[in-house]
């Protein structure tokens, strides 16, 4: 957890030129940084490390840098083997998850003496813990005689990453903007589903390092849009609703709910009997569909199991799933396609999405609560059994697949899988039987192995290989490693 020695000291480290960025990611130098102290300062004897990891390297001209982890104080070093006097090592420090780092800091460049073959630098900090900045090293280096630079993948020490779960979402927060109180690289709705991730991790990790984001994401957007996280998209209103909701759950502060009441409300205020009912999609009303109306479910009936004497809320969410039911979304196959076409009023036969197969499972879980009745419970159970079937959705040995992931998956579909992975564990753990730990463990064991860099950044193909990394693909990893299987 960040904590210890919080002082930031105003010294700057001398510029001795700049590195060139690595070829893997996208990268902006940024001006130099200041010198931080956490429990250590910066600049600290390696020999004083009680331990030392190497997870990364690079070569080079038959020259190897290794970047070093002291865990236990989560800082790092970097090293060079295999050289000639001159040669030089440094490291590069990142605040966003290796997207840009500190232009011509080079923070502890050193170049191997006369007489030796290797040579190492100081110790530096990963993060920054008195501005809650989550941070990442990676080591450089280059001959003597020659211009050439080489870099290892950037990667971090197990402080705040001490399992995979955990590990996963430091790696979110690395994406996390203290000054918009979103998450870069990825889009408001799905900040609303980042967010959630994280809360669900505090829950089930205990890891409370990053709960600042809750109060903070909260209170810069607070007046954003038309207020209150609502806008003129519905369903982007329910994600917020139902990230307010768990963030009431674990901090038990009002507003919170307050705010998914008004959500909730939002969304009320557009449902309306144009195909006998439903909520509209957005305020332009050209379109009645799965994900929208399957939020305003599931937030109704939380709302109500919050709310004591409530009959408003569960009202509207037993008549919102009993307009669900009978819309025809879901399939002959148990399969919940996109929406309805408004000219026939019945299924339009579109994609059936994943996150469209999850949030109804965790509606009918709300709802069960609610009324205490099971038969909601063994619905949900009939659309798991068929989402974790579907060969459609899956890979030939069972690994969940977008349907978009031939092809363009844009900036909305890798949030899904992560959401359906988050409302499958709702059921899973709901039941007694826990059928679907296998299933998840599965999952996450394959993403672990096949999609994830040195520094625990997952992609959109749980099988592998990693494409890229964002806000969106490591949100909906996360949701999945929560699962406590």
């Not at 709802?367 to 659309?383: D, E, I, P």
């Amino acid at each position: 957890m960040f904590g210890g020695i919080v002082s930031s000291l105003s010294l700057l480290i001398t510029p001795l030129g700049a590195p060139a960025p690595a070829p893997a990611t996208p990268e902006v130098p940024l001006a130099p940084q200041a010198t931080i102290c956490n429990k250590y300062c910066d600049a600290r004897d390696p020999a004083l490390s009680p331990g030392d990891r190497s997870p990364v390297s690079a070569t080079l001209f038959g020259r190897t840098f290794r970047l070093h982890f002291d865990d236990a104080d989560a800082m790092g070093w970097g090293s060079i083997e295999g050289g000639s006097p001159g040669d030089e090592v440094w490291l590069d420090r990142s605040m966003d998850g290796g997207r840009s780092w500190a232009d011509g800091s080079k923070l502890g460049a050193t170049t191997i003496p006369a007489g030796q073959t290797g040579w190492r630098t100081q110790m530096y900090n990963v993060d920054d813990w008195a501005n809650e900045g989550v941070g990442a090293l990676r080591v450089c280096g280059k001959a003597g005689d020659r211009p050439d630079i080489t870099c290892s993948p950037w990667a971090r020490t197990t402080w705040n990453a001490w399992d995979r779960r955990t590990a996963a979402a430091t790696a979110l927060m690395q994406d996390y903007n203290r000054s918009t109180g979103l998450w870069r690289t990825t889009g408001w709705w799905n900040s609303a589903n980042a967010l959630n991730a994280v809360i669900d991790n505090i829950r089930v990790s205990g890891m409370n390092s990053y709960k600042y984001a809750i109060g903070r994401t909260y209170d810069l957007n607070l007046n954003a849009a038309q207020g209150q996280f609502r806008n003129d998209y519905i369903d982007d209103t329910g994600w917020w609703g139902l990230t307010w909701i768990a963030a009431y759950d674990l901090t038990g502060e009002a507003r919170y709910l307050q705010t998914a009441r008004a959500d909730a409300d939002h969304m009320a205020a557009h449902w309306d009997n144009v195909c006998g009912g439903g909520v509209w999609w957005s305020q332009a009303k050209t379109y009645k569909n799965a994900i929208t109306n399957a939020l305003y479910i599931q937030l109704s009936a939380a709302l109500h199991n919050r709310i004591a004497g409530d009959t408003t809320y569960l009202q509207r969410a037993q008549s919102g799933w009993t307009w669900f039911q009978q819309s025809g979304m879901i399939n002959s196959s148990n399969l919940v396609n996109d929406g309805i076409s408004l000219s026939t009023c019945k299924n339009n036969g579109d994609t059936t999405w994943t996150y469209n197969q999850g949030v109804p499972i965790a509606a009918l879980v709300e709802l069960s609560k609610a009324t205490n009745n099971s038969a909601y419970l063994t619905t949900a159970r009939q659309l798991a059994n068929a989402s974790t079937t579907a060969a459609g959705l899956h890979t030939s040995d069972g690994i969940l697949r977008e349907p978009c992931e031939g092809g363009d998956c844009g900036g909305d579909g890798p949030s899904f899988k992560g959401i359906y992975a988050r409302a499958l564990t709702y059921l899973n753990t709901t039941l007694s039987d826990h059928p679907y730990s296998t299933y998840l463990r599965r999952q996450a064991d394959r993403a672990y192995a096949a999609d994830r860099t040195p520094m625990d950044q997952y992609g959109l193909r749980w099988y592998g290989p990693l494409d890229k990394v964002d806000g969106a693909r490591q949100q909906s990893a996360l949701d999945l490693l929560n699962a406590p299987v």
